[in-house]
C-alpha cells in the first residue's frame, strides 16, 4: 500500500489506512483535556528567554532499510515531549477518559485492521502484522473490561449492594495495673511470703518485697515471718579498694543501722538468731522471744555482751559458739546467769574449753539436754580429760552427748567401785573420732550406765570396743549402731569373732548397721546376718541400711541379707574382697538392692 509522506502531527490530515485519515483538526472524539489535538495537552509553548515561537514543520519519510510495509509517522520534538508528558498524566484505569496513550492506539492502529503501533522517543510506527504480545495490551483490555458504568448506575449499585460491617477496632493493650498489689488480701501475701521464708529466709526477702507497694511493706513487717533469722556482714572476708577492714567495718555500720530500725518493729517474735562474722553488740531488748543465738566465726565477744543478752532474753535457752573466738570467762558469765534455763550447748574444743566444762561439772546448767564438743579447724592434740562421774552428777538431764574427733581420756573415778548415777534420758552417744581412740569397754560402759532408752550409738574410730563389751550395755532399743573403722587396711587380716552377739541383742529394733573396715571372718558374719533371717513367727524388716565395706562378706550372705529385708534402702559393698567383680559398689534405693540381688543369684560362684 503506497503512502504519502508523513506530514506534520499538528498542521495536515494523514491517510493511516483505506478510507481513514488522521486529522489534526478539532475532533469531538479527541480524549478531553487535548484541545482537539490528540495525544497532545492544550497548546502551550514553553518559552525561554531566548527562545521563539515553535513551528510545526512536517517531515518526509525516509526509509533505511526497515520494512517497506512500515509507516513512519513523525512528530516535532516538542510535539512528541507533549505527548509524552500527556501520556504519563493519562487517568488511572477505571477513569471515566481514556488515555492519550489508548486514543492514539485506537486512531492509528485500531482492532482487527493488521496492524499494531510501536513508540520510540521521537516518533510512532504503525506496522503491519498483530505484533508480538505486550503487556500494555493485556492492561488495555483488562482496563476495557473493568471500565465503570455511568454515574447514575453506579449510585444505584452502590446503594442496592449491602455495606460490609465495619471490622472491630482491636482495643489498645492495657498498662498493667498499678494497684494490682494491693486487691490481694493480707492472709493470702503472708501465706506466700512464709512459703518463700521457709526455703531461703527473711533476708533479703522480705526487706525487697517492702518497696513494692504499701500492701507488701504492711505484709512483709509482720512479725510472725521473722521468727528465723542470718546475718552477715556482706562484704566479710572480701577485700575491698580501701582495704577489707575499713569496708567490712563500713558494711556493718550500714547494717546496724538498718538493724536499729527493723529490731523494734519485727524482731518481736524473733526465735532463732544466725550471726556470721560479727563484731558488734546486739540490742537484746528488741528481741524478747530469742531461744536460739549462734555465733559463726565471731571474735572479740566480751563477758558484757552475753551477760546483756542473756537479761535482754529471758527464753533464750541455746548457744553455739562453734568456731568462733569467746572467752573463756565470757561463757562461764553466760551460763551462770542464765542458769537452770539452759538447755543446748555447742562448743568448739580448745585451751579454755576446760574451763566451761568445769562451770558444768559444778552445775550451774543441771536442765542441759544437747552438749557438742568438736574439734576445730586445727585440731588439738592434748586429749581431752572428762570426769564421767562429775558430768552425770552435773547434768542428770542430759539426752545428747557428742564428743566428736577428739582424743578423749575419760578421767579415772576417784572412790574405786563407786559407780556414778548414769545418764537414764540418754539417747544419743556419739564418740567418732581419730583411729587413735583411747575409748575402752570400760569407759563405755562407765558412761552408758543407767542408760536404758538409748536409740543412737556412734563409735567409728574406736578400735578397743569389743563386741562383747557392747553385749554387755544396757540399752536393750538400740536402732542405729555404727563401728565402722576407716583407715584401717591392716584389720583385715586380723580375724576377729563375735558380731553374732551384736546382732542377736538387738536384730528386732536395729535399723541402721555399719560394720565396715571390720575384721570379721567369713563364717562369723555369715552367721550374724544370718540372725536377720529369723523364724516365721518374728519380722526383721526393720533393717533399711547396711555398711558392710572392707569387709569379708560372702554372695550367699549378701544374697541372704537382701531376701530377708525387704526394707534394705541401702547397701554398701565396696572393696568387699569375696564379691565378684562389678557388684563391689555401693547401691542406694530399693531397685537398685534388688538389682544386685539378681546379678548375684544369676552370677557363677568364684573359685575358692
Request: proline content about 11%.
Amino acid at each position: 500500500m503506497a503512502l504519502p509522506p508523513a506530514q506534520g502531527l499538528g498542521l495536515n490530515p494523514e491517510p493511516v489506512g483505506p478510507g481513514m485519515w488522521l486529522n489534526h483538526s478539532k475532533d469531538s472524539n479527541a480524549p478531553p483535556g487535548t484541545g482537539g489535538n490528540p495525544g497532545l495537552t492544550r497548546p502551550r509553548v514553553a518559552r525561554s528567554r531566548k527562545s521563539r515561537p515553535f513551528r510545526h514543520r512536517s517531515r518526509p519519510f525516509r526509509s533505511s532499510g526497515a520494512d517497506p510495509g512500515a509507516r513512519r509517522v513523525a512528530m516535532a520534538p516538542g510535539v512528541a515531549r507533549r505527548a509524552r508528558r500527556r501520556v504519563r498524566g493519562a487517568p488511572p484505569a477505571g477513569s471515566r477518559g481514556r488515555s492519550a496513550e489508548d486514543w492514539w492506539w485506537d486512531r492509528l492502529a485500531p482492532s482487527g485492521s493488521g496492524y499494531h503501533l510501536l513508540q520510540s522517543d521521537s516518533m510512532l510506527l504503525v506496522l503491519p502484522g498483530p505484533g508480538p504480545s505486550r503487556a500494555r495490551a493485556h492492561r488495555r483490555v483488562a482496563r476495557r473490561s473493568q471500565r465503570l458504568p455511568p454515574l447514575g448506575a453506579r449510585a444505584a449499585a452502590a446503594k442496592a449492594r449491602p455495606r460490609p460491617a465495619p471490622a472491630p477496632v482491636p482495643a489498645p493493650p492495657q498498662a498493667p495495673d498499678p494497684g494490682w498489689g494491693d486487691r490481694i488480701p493480707l492472709e493470702i501475701l503472708l501465706q506466700i511470703f512464709g512459703l518463700l521464708v521457709a526455703v531461703d529466709g527473711p533476708m533479703p526477702f522480705l526487706g525487697r518485697a517492702a518497696r513494692v507497694c504499701r500492701r507488701w511493706h504492711e505484709a512483709a513487717s509482720q512479725p510472725a515471718l521473722w521468727h528465723t533469722v542470718t546475718l552477715s556482714p556482706p562484704l566479710a572476708g572480701r577485700p575491698t579498694k580501701g582495704g577489707a577492714k575499713a569496708g567490712g567495718a563500713k558494711a556493718e555500720e550500714k547494717l546496724l543501722a538498718s538493724l536499729e530500725c527493723l529490731m523494734p518493729s519485727r524482731f518481736s517474735q524473733l526465735q532463732k538468731l544466725t550471726l556470721i562474722h560479727w563484731k558488734s553488740q546486739l540490742v537484746s531488748e528488741s528481741c524478747p522471744r530469742l531461744t536460739f543465738l549462734k555465733l559463726s566465726d565471731c571474735h572479740g565477744v566480751t563477758p558484757d555482751t552475753l551477760i546483756m543478752l542473756a537479761r535482754g532474753c529471758p527464753q533464750l535457752h541455746s548457744l553455739d559458739v562453734q568456731h568462733s573466738m569467746v572467752e573463756s570467762t565470757a561463757m562461764v558469765s553466760f551460763l551462770e546467769e542464765v542458769g537452770p534455763r539452759m538447755r543446748k550447748l555447742w562448743l568448739t574444743y580448745s585451751s579454755q574449753t576446760t574451763a566451761i566444762l568445769g562451770a558444768l561439772l559444778g552445775s550451774c546448767c543441771p536442765q542441759l539436754q544437747v552438749l557438742e564438743v568438736s574439734s576445730g579447724i586445727n585440731p588439738n592434740t592434748t586429749p581431752l580429760q572428762l570426769p564421767v562421774e562429775a558430768l552425770q552428777k552435773g547434768c542428770p538431764q542430759l539426752q545428747v552427748l557428742r564428743l566428736l574427733n577428739l582424743m578423749w581420756l575419760p578421767k579415772p573415778s576417784g572412790r574405786v567401785g563407786t559407780p556414778g548415777p548414769g545418764f537414764p534420758n540418754l539417747e544419743e552417744l556419739c564418740l567418732a573420732g581419730p583411729t587413735c581412740s583411747f575409748v575402752s569397754d570400760e569407759a563405755l560402759g562407765r558412761l552408758l550406765r543407767g542408760s536404758p532408752n538409748l536409740r543412737l550409738l556412734d563409735l567409728r574410730g574406736c578400735a578397743r570396743i569389743t563386741p562383747a563389751g557392747l553385749c554387755d550395755l544396757p540399752c536393750q532399743e538400740l536402732q542405729q549402731l555404727h563401728l565402722g573403722l576407716y583407715g584401717m587396711s591392716d584389720r583385715l587380716t586380723l580375724a576377729k569373732e563375735g558380731s553374732p552377739l551384736l546382732t542377736h541383742k538387738w536384730c528386732h529394733t536395729l535399723r541402721e548397721l555399719d560394720l565396715s573396715g571390720q575384721g570379721f571372718s567369713e563364717k562369723d558374719l555369715e552367721q550374724a546376718l544370718a540372725v536377720f533371717s529369723g523364724t516365721p513367727g518374728h519380722s526383721h524388716a526393720t533393717l533399711c541400711s547396711l555398711n558392710l565395706r572392707g569387709t569379708r562378706v560372702t554372695p550367699s550372705t549378701v544374697s541372704s541379707v537382701i531376701s530377708s529385708c525387704p526394707g534394705l534402702l541401702y547397701l554398701n559393698l565396696e572393696s568387699c574382697r569375696c564379691l565378684p567383680r562389678g557388684l563391689k559398689r555401693a547401691y542406694r534405693g530399693p531397685e537398685e538392692v534388688r538389682w544386685c540381688l539378681e546379678q548375684l543369684l544369676t552370677s557363677p560362684p568364684s573359685p575358692s
